[in-house]
């Protein structure tokens, strides 16, 4: 089929390692990798690409909501797709000393990770 890949052994091959294979439809939204990189500042707390509200929508997501994880990630990468990267192609996420520093860690990792991605197998989970 054309604008689709498969391995050796004929399996359909997802563009991104946030790709889900129970959930296809949904993770066919999944914008294909930029190579844009997503990083938060080292100092301790910084400006940056606000994604506050995004944190916020992912800690009241169910843990095993596997859809609504993959829709606000969806989300995620294209509004940091949409920000201007500096001239290393990279874009700097807001950091905070918070009680949610670990969630919004966790989500520029999934979003670095996946616009970073080249092919290889499903690894990351949501």
């Known amino acids: 089929m ?5 391995d050796d052994n004929g399996l359909y091959q997802g563009w991104s390692p946030l790709f889900d294979y129970l959930h296809i439809e949904e993770s066919k939204k999944l914008p294909y990798p930029t190579g844009i990189k997503c990083y938060m ?14 944190v916020d929508e992912y800690i009241q997501i169910d843990k095993n909501d596997r859809v ?8 995620l990468i ?20 918070d009680d949610k520093k670990a969630v919004r860690r966790k989500l520029v990792e999934l979003v670095r990770k996946h616009n970073e991605y080249s092919k290889g197998l499903n690894v990351t989970e949501a």
């Open 2 to 6: 054309l604008g689709y890949e498969f």
């Open 41 to 54: 500042p080292k100092d301790e707390i910084a400006s940056g690409v606000s994604i506050e509200s995004f």
């Open 68 to 75: 609504a994880k993959l829709d606000l990630l969806n989300r």
């Open 78 to 97: 294209r509004y940091i797709n949409e920000q201007t990267p500096n001239s290393d192609n990279v874009v700097l996420v807001a950091k905070f000393d």
